[in-house]
């Protein structure tokens, strides 16, 4: 206020007017972010647990060493810290309580992500005035994507960055003539564009967006344009050849750098086109298909428009990106295919819709578009979301799942189908309906020049349907988000942190076995820091991060080191999964949860020292049946006594028969790999049992280390007697072990 008082009069009340103006013409935009945020921390707050696994557990992981020992590691093996997003995290988990520093994490993630609105809206200035770029900017912060600002993942963070990178690029390319400050604008495009990667290393396309972008600007230069003017057929014969040579060098190069471009280029080119319109498709009904169209027709000039130098680096710039992610996209869901499944990666193109938003804007603006790239833009629309995505792998518009986790797009259908019972052809006329409807008034606007306050009264209806229908997907996927996670908390039970409030963040060591559903687990790691390590004795406790066996001597000794002699590191504590694990050790606490629709339970025990087994069985599904391989019970130390064997088949619901059930008894013996194997018979026990039976086999058994195998000899698979179900496994009878000292 001092400098305005040192002014004259008029000049300070230029200043203040000044002032004001600006303020003014902030406030719109600071309240657009402001509302978005209230509205995103809502849904953060009903969000009570993670659930995507395991990108949410992973990039915890990181953060957590980072936090604790300034390095980034997984399980303790060290790893790549992935992103700038995990040291964003890391001073969160210096917070003692897990639940506290899971919603800060939560709410930074709102705050950032919501932010595109302020590189869209700058970037959207270069080429519109303030109403068009706040709609721009409001667009592209309610896509149904912003959902993610709940979840730990690295889209929080590169979403808003990437914004930020073409709104730098465009800067650059548009002061071009302006002297010193261009220098300033280049160096600020360069360096964020080579910052890009650290922040997800799906933004290394960012540089090749800028050298595209810089390309595209030099190629539409008035000097180019003339120069081509000139060209005769043949020139531009070779100049489409060695535009498509160049295209061919560099796939060469990335294949023989890459095997992954080398497997899917040469392998899978039709999954590249399928798989990439899929994401496509998704975005579009996400974003609500009318911005789409306008966004990509938006590139063309319409009849009688003048050449303007910010629009004509706007499209330089959203040509580049739409080329350097929709390849990105494409190539990564063909390769995903081939290693992973078959996925609709809409989550990799998300970052090219504050383009398509502001091109839309653009057209909304000057009420004209070109009408050859607005008719095959509209039938490449209605190809997308009226046959390419009825036809997807799963289901059409993946409305068999309440929510899809890689195409949060698909989220206004899933929610359809799930309130208001929307079939997949419900959803597909509504799809076409909307996308002509919108390209209807697209064209009107055309016809209304002459009447401008018509034509901005259906702008702006247009507009708020665009916006109305992108913040309803957002809170579909919210919905659907935090209905998954009360769910996946449910599964884990309260208290979340048990492991933690009974260890007091003693190292703890969890063992599992026959884990098919790894969510439990997963769950359990989030929420108790105290676990240091993860194992399974059968290999079905997976990643992210090592998780490998131990070795085991005959007494069920645990061996992580590389000999008897050295058996690695001691844990103070130990999570058992129940029944098949049985740890040395005293009893601490006890815990529910739910795998395989059961109930099923955890122990924690105080072990000894050195770390042992008592017993342990294989063979076993989490809802307690037996497997193809059949099942073993092994002890490893105790006195004689008695093993209780109940096995039935009375949850099983069709005619089957009788079949023969062996039970074997013989020496414990520890084979090549340090793992237990039956060795020599001494007992065999015959019996048999039918559908609908239930008995129980009592075994004498020796002092020290033993053996039991149980063997049925006609296993049942549920999907041979009811064709629907979807349960193929070969399965023999519901087990379960228990030793006795007497019977």
């Not at 319109?277 to 003048?306: E, K, R, T």
């Not at 018509?454 to 209905?483: D, M, P």
């Not at 075994?699 to 193929?728: E, M, T």
Request: charged residues 15%; contains cysteine.
């Amino acid at each position: 206020m001092s400098v305005i008082e040192g002014l004259p009069r008029t000049e300070a009340e230029a200043v203040e007017r000044s002032l004001i103006d600006r303020l003014g013409a902030a406030l719109p935009l600071a309240g657009i972010y402001v509302v978005l945020c209230m509205i995103y921390l809502v849904e953060v707050w009903k969000r009570v647990t993670p659930w995507l696994f395991g990108d949410e557990l992973e990039l915890t992981q990181l953060s957590r060493s980072i936090a604790s020992t300034g390095h980034a590691a997984r399980r303790g093996a060290p790893h790549s810290p992935d992103s700038i997003y995990t040291y964003a995290m890391a001073p969160f988990w210096r917070i003692h309580d897990v639940s506290k520093a899971y919603a800060a994490i939560k709410y930074l993630d709102v705050f950032v992500m919501t932010s595109v609105v302020f590189p869209t809206y700058f970037l959207a200035r270069l080429v519109v005035g303030r109403r068009a770029a706040l709609f721009a900017a409001a667009g592209a912060a309610a896509i149904p994507s912003l959902a993610y600002s709940s979840y730990i993942v690295e889209e929080t963070f590169a979403y808003p960055f990437a914004a930020l990178c073409f709104f730098l690029i465009a800067k650059m390319l548009v002061e071009r003539r302006s002297g010193r400050r261009w220098y300033g604008w280049l160096a600020a495009a360069v360096l964020a564009s080579g910052f890009a990667p650290a922040v997800r290393s799906e933004l290394a396309v960012i540089p090749a967006v800028l050298a595209l972008a810089m390309f595209f600007a030099a190629w539409s230069s008035d000097r180019a344009r003339a120069r081509r003017r000139s060209w005769s057929a043949g020139d531009w014969i070779g100049a489409i050849v060695v535009g498509f040579g160049v295209i061919f060098v560099l796939s060469g190069i990335a294949s023989h750098h890459s095997l992954q471009w080398l497997s899917v280029t040469r392998y899978y080119k039709h999954r590249i086109i399928v798989e990439g319109n899929w994401a496509i498709g998704a975005l579009a009904i996400g974003v609500g298909i009318v911005p789409m169209v306008a966004g990509i027709a938006s590139l063309f000039d319409a009849p009688g428009q003048a050449r303007d130098r910010g629009v004509r680096m706007f499209r330089c710039v959203t040509l580049a990106g739409f080329i350097a992610f929709g390849t990105y996209t494409a190539f990564k869901a063909a390769y995903l295919s081939t290693t992973f499944a078959t996925r609709v990666e809409e989550r990799n193109l998300i970052y090219v819709a504050p383009l398509l938003f502001i091109g839309t804007a653009l057209v909304l603006a000057r009420r004209s578009v070109n009408l050859p790239a607005l008719a095959a833009t509209t039938a490449y629309a209605l190809y997308l979301v009226g046959y390419a995505l009825y036809h997807v792998v799963g289901s059409p518009y993946e409305m068999g799942v309440r929510l899809y986790s890689d195409a949060l797009g698909f989220a206004i259908a899933q929610r359809a189908n799930l309130e208001l019972y929307w079939t997949p052809s419900t959803v597909r006329i509504v799809l076409i309906s909307a996308a002509l409807i919108g390209v209807g008034l697209l064209l009107s606007l055309r016809g209304l020049l002459a009447r401008p306050r018509i034509a901005g009264g259906v702008a702006i209806a247009l507009g708020a349907g665009i916006l109305a229908w992108n913040l309803a997907g957002e809170l579909s996927a919210a919905a659907g988000t935090n209905e998954l996670s009360h769910s996946y908390a449910r599964t884990l039970g309260h208290p979340f942190s048990w492991v933690d409030d009974a260890t007091h963040l003693r190292s703890t060591l969890y063992v599992g076995a026959g884990e098919e559903d790894q969510n439990p687990e997963w769950l359990l790691e989030f929420w108790n820091r105290s676990i240091a390590r993860v194992t399974s004795l059968d290999g079905t406790v997976q990643g992210p991060g090592p998780a490998p066996g131990p070795n085991l001597e005959r007494n069920g000794t645990l061996i992580w080191g590389s000999s008897p002699r050295d058996l690695g590191p001691q844990y103070t504590y130990a999570v058992e999964d129940r029944p098949c694990i049985d740890l040395a050790g005293a009893p601490v606490a006890e815990h529910q949860y739910h795998a395989g629709g059961l109930a099923q339970g955890w122990r924690l025990l105080r072990l000894t020292r050195p770390n042992r087994l008592r017993s342990m069985c294989t063979g076993i599904w989490p809802d307690g049946w037996s497997g193809d391989h059949d099942s073993a019970y092994f002890r490893f130390s105790g006195p004689a006594g008695w093993l209780r064997i109940d096995y039935t088949r009375l949850d099983w619901g069709y005619p089957s028969g009788s079949t023969p059930v062996e039970f074997l008894l013989g020496t414990l013996v520890i084979n090549a790999n340090d793992q237990p194997i039956l060795g020599r018979v001494t007992r065999t026990v015959d019996r048999s049992i039918d559908s609908a039976q239930a008995k129980v086999e009592w075994l004498r058994v020796p002092a020290g280390p033993f053996a039991v195998h149980v063997a049925v000899a006609k296993k049942v698979v549920p999907h041979d007697f009811n064709p629907a179900s979807g349960d193929q496994r070969k399965l023999g009878v519901e087990l379960r072990y228990e030793f006795r000292e007497s019977r």
